[in-house]
């Protein structure tokens, strides 16, 4: 529990563009933060009308107004840990990592995000090039599922016996750590596997997580569910893989409680405030 008499609240920055239904993106990322202790900031980096059916259109953020969100949160307030969504083209990834570099941001979280739950393209291939080489160089973590390891390796990723190697070759390209999700895997109709490769002090390191498949098409958010909750669980000083896990149990919970949320009339959202206000 985060002591809200102390200054010390943990501040955790969301870059990711906005989900006017309200269960991905900026708005899911802050209300994570605030119901795990955190204190949530913004920048946004595009603009989406989309609901539970599909995105419907995106309107990326001028570049210069992403970096003086960035700027102007973090000169004033500070930032312990900088999670990272929806960043629609090249130049608006270039212009994130320069302005990080610049503020020498230390724990970031990169959630890949490339397609949205509907199967809307979020960022082409092109999009995930400029990810590889300069975003994740700068990278805590990254938080890939299988369709966007996927792109990213150039290679389908269908099996978890391919989590190891695919994990390995990501974390060559720059990143401390790889989570790979294993959420769209068909062949495992019961039990989901998430698999986390890290750098420890002395080695690398790995620990693979495992959790019942919820029968439910209420997942929308859960990607970037799961990645502002790492963050926000990094932000408090747990470790990498106690950080992870905790994450893991957040959102496993959250789609359990959204199962029985009736909103929309396709893939409904996570229920981010189930500690709260239980279904």
Partial sequence: MTDFSSANIPLVLSIAGSDSSGGAGIQADLKVI???????????????????????????????????????????????????????????????????????????????????????????????????????PLASLITPNLLEASILLGRAITQVNEFPLAAQELMQLGPQAVLIKGGHLTNTPSELTDYLLWQSASSIEHQEFHHQRIDTLNTHGSGCSLAAAIATYLALGLSLETAVAKAIEYVAAGISAGQYLNLGSGAGPLWHMHAFYPQ
């Fill in 34 to 136: 605030t119901a795990l202790g955190g204190y949530g900031m913004t920048a946004v980096t595009a603009i989406t009308a989309q609901n539970t059916l599909g995105v419907m259109q995106i309107q990326a953020i001028d570049l210069d107004v992403i970096e003086a969100q960035i700027d102007v949160v973090i000169a004033d307030m500070g930032v312990d840990v900088v999670k990272i969504g929806m960043l629609a083209t090249p130049e608006i990834v270039h212009v994130v990592a320069k302005t990080l570099r610049r503020h020498q941001v230390k724990q970031i979280i990169l959630d890949p995000v490339l397609q949205a739950t509907s199967g809307a393209s979020l960022g082409g291939n092109e999009t995930a090039a400029a990810m590889r080489a300069e975003l994740f």
